[in-house]
């Protein structure tokens, strides 16, 4: 069984301080990795993904990925109240018969204190 | 707007009715995906459309049927559902298949059907 793990939060920060969003998966073949943010009452939308060791920068955000430990991070500078949402990690892996899967996390629900 | 549309938003359904929901999506996608979301548990991909053909099952119970009449639409049919059903159901293309890797595997989401079985 394929897993992702997040902590549920929530994550409270104030406005402006760096958030930083963790996630553990389990398979060690998994190949693309997805932060969503899922705002309360509405679908996910992608923010972020990465497929290689490091960092990724896109504005605000930085998505980091770590293969050997098996751990992918999503931080958020300058957090705003906007950011106030929840914010899933998935994972693609190998589900076999030559299909690929994505599998998500519960998410951690972050909230940004004006 | 993603480019992925969901109809209706909001269903209420007995045990015994059969409805439909449907997907469609504007972005020339060749793979359609259908997710339940239900609370405290994390997204669950129920089936997986790749041009046009059912690639992927999760051991969904039956009284769930997809059907892909084309790479434009996705249709979730439902009959004689449980009160444990009741959840968001999400639909989602992407471009590329989902063995392929790459910016193409991105999936987008539509709105949702929320779903209420009573």
């Known amino acids: 069984q394929k897993e992702v793990e997040q902590n549920s939060g929530p994550l409270s920060v104030p406005e402006g301080a760096i958030a930083s969003l963790n996630c553990t998966y389990s398979?060690?073949?998994?190949?693309?990795f997805f932060w969503y943010r899922q705002y309360s009452g509405k679908s996910p939308e992608l923010i972020m993904s990465?497929?290689?060791?490091g960092d990724k920068e896109d504005g605000r955000f930085t998505a980091q990925l770590n293969k050997a430990s098996q751990y992918v991070s999503l931080l958020i500078r300058d957090s705003q109240p906007s950011d106030s949402a929840t914010y899933l990690c998935?994972?693609?892996?190998?589900?076999?018969?030559?299909?690929?899967?994505?599998?998500f996390g519960k998410g951690t629900k972050l909230s940004v204190i004006p | 707007e993603t480019g992925v549309t969901q109809t209706p938003r909001h269903l209420v359904m007995g045990m015994t009715n059969k409805k439909s929901l449907k997907c469609e999506q504007h972005?020339?996608?060749?793979?359609m995906y259908w997710y339940k979301q239900s609370a405290k548990k994390p997204l669950e991909l129920m089936f997986v459309?790749?041009?046009?053909?059912?690639?992927e099952n999760n051991s969904v119970p039956s009284r769930f049927s997809p059907e892909c009449p084309n790479s434009s639409h996705l249709f979730l049919h439902l009959h004689t559902l449980q009160p444990e059903d009741s959840a968001l159901y999400l639909c989602?293309?992407?471009?590329?298949?989902?063995?392929?890797?790459?910016?193409?595997?991105?999936?987008?989401f539509g709105p949702g059907t929320r779903l209420l079985v009573l």
């Open positions: 989602a293309s992407s471009q590329d298949p989902p063995q392929v890797a790459g910016v193409g595997e991105t999936q987008y």
């Open positions: 398979d060690r073949g998994s190949q693309s």
């Open positions: 990465i497929y290689s060791n």
């Open positions: 998935a994972v693609k892996a190998y589900s076999g018969a030559g299909s690929y899967q994505l599998t």
């Open positions: 972005l020339g996608h060749n793979a």
């Open positions: 459309y790749s041009l046009e053909e059912r690639v």
